[in-house]
């Protein structure tokens, strides 16, 4: 028997979210299943695991608590993120998207993770010990040591001075010193959160400060960084995804450029 186009739509929902498609075929629903899920999700820019780093920091940042608890619970029930990873993003998509939302962010996770343990009949696992920490805790270290992660996450020769909290205590001492450095997601997934939270805020130089990092460092590739912009858009909106489509544009040209530089 011959499975219809909506059908392999919702089955494409179902592999992506770990439950059954919605069942209505409204005009919204049919084009969510085909476009997003049967499109979106399948291509092959990035894979399903990455495309959870774009589409979990969307959703935290939307205030929509049904796509929270979904994409956590999938992220979570399929296996693509451990919970360390996801909790890790929390972390991270506080920093970029801010921490009341992340607060919340926090919750859906707990309590999916419960969730999920529920379903299958087992208790929920202690959590992984926080200490001791990876990074320096002498403070003189730890400014030195994010001063050296500030230069090598944005790829600049420089990094803030620290003559005020936001950049000694905040910038060096917290984002840098601590969070880039913390062994729970790698830097491609670093990248990807952080990308998909500056690409929903309007700050401008943020937005073209790490996009063009991402690209030069070489850990999101041209490719990838097109289907990043397609996927935020398809989840956070159009118009911001055209902007951050406009910015990778722009920054693929100065990248290439400076590698064309670098190798004559």
Same mark, same amino acid.
């Given at each position: 028997?011959?499975?219809?186009?909506?059908?392999?739509?919702?089955?494409?929902?179902?592999?992506?979210?770990?439950?059954?498609?919605?069942?209505?075929?409204?005009?919204?629903?049919?084009?969510?299943?085909?476009?997003?899920?049967?499109?979106?999700?399948?291509?092959?820019?990035?894979?399903?695991?990455?495309?959870?780093?774009?589409?979990?920091?969307?959703?935290?940042?939307? *205030?929509?608590?049904?796509?929270?608890?979904?994409?956590?619970?999938?992220?979570?029930?399929?296996?693509?993120?451990? #919970?360390?990873?996801?909790?890790?993003?929390? !972390? &991270?998509?506080?920093?970029?998207? $801010?921490?009341?939302?992340?607060?919340? @962010?926090?919750?859906?996770?707990?309590?999916?993770?419960?969730?999920?343990? *529920?379903?299958?009949?087992?208790?929920?696992?202690?959590?992984?010990?926080?200490?001791?920490?990876?990074?320096?805790?002498?403070?003189?270290?730890? !400014?030195?040591? $994010?001063?050296?992660? @500030?230069?090598?996450?944005?790829? !600049?020769?420089?990094?803030?001075?620290?003559?005020?909290?936001?950049?000694?205590?905040?910038?060096?001492?917290?984002?840098? $010193?601590?969070?880039?450095?913390?062994? $729970?997601?790698?830097?491609?997934?670093?990248?990807?959160?952080?990308?998909?939270?500056?690409? @929903?805020?309007?700050?401008?130089?943020? #937005?073209? /400060? &790490?996009?063009?990092?991402?690209?030069? /460092?070489?850990?999101?590739?041209?490719?990838?960084? *097109?289907?990043?912009?397609? &996927? @935020?858009?398809? &989840?956070?909106?159009?118009?911001?995804?055209?902007?951050?489509?406009?910015?990778?544009?722009?920054?693929?040209?100065?990248? /290439?450029?400076?590698?064309?530089?670098? /190798?004559?």
């Amino acid at each position: 028997m011959k499975t219809s186009p909506l059908d392999r739509c919702r089955q494409a929902f179902a592999d992506v979210m770990t439950v059954p498609a919605p069942a209505d075929i409204s005009a919204t629903t049919a084009t969510m299943l085909e476009f997003v899920f049967a499109d979106v999700w399948q291509r092959p820019g990035l894979t399903r695991r990455e495309r959870r780093f774009v589409t979990l920091p969307c959703v935290a940042a939307a *205030d929509a608590e049904g796509p929270l608890r979904d994409h956590v619970y999938a992220a979570l029930n399929s296996g693509d993120l451990s #919970i360390v990873e996801m909790q890790e993003a929390v !972390l &991270h998509f506080a920093v970029y998207g $801010g921490w009341p939302k992340a607060s919340r @962010f926090n919750m859906v996770v707990d309590e999916q993770w419960a969730r999920i343990h *529920d379903e299958r009949g087992l208790p929920v696992p202690a959590a992984e010990p926080l200490l001791p920490l990876t990074t320096a805790s002498d403070p003189e270290e730890r !400014l030195t040591a $994010g001063e050296r992660a @500030f230069r090598e996450v944005n790829c !600049l020769p420089f990094a803030p001075t620290r003559d005020n909290p936001f950049h000694g205590a905040g910038i060096l001492n917290f984002v840098f $010193g601590e969070m880039w450095l913390r062994p $729970g997601l790698g830097m491609k997934e670093r990248r990807l959160i952080t990308v998909a939270c500056v690409a @929903f805020q309007d700050a401008p130089y943020p #937005i073209l /400060s &790490h996009v063009y990092a991402a690209l030069k /460092s070489r850990e999101v590739s041209f490719d990838e960084m *097109d289907e990043l912009a397609l &996927h @935020f858009a398809a &989840h956070y909106g159009w118009p911001k995804g055209a902007n951050l489509a406009q910015v990778i544009s722009e920054q693929k040209v100065r990248v /290439s450029a400076e590698w064309a530089a670098e /190798s004559s």
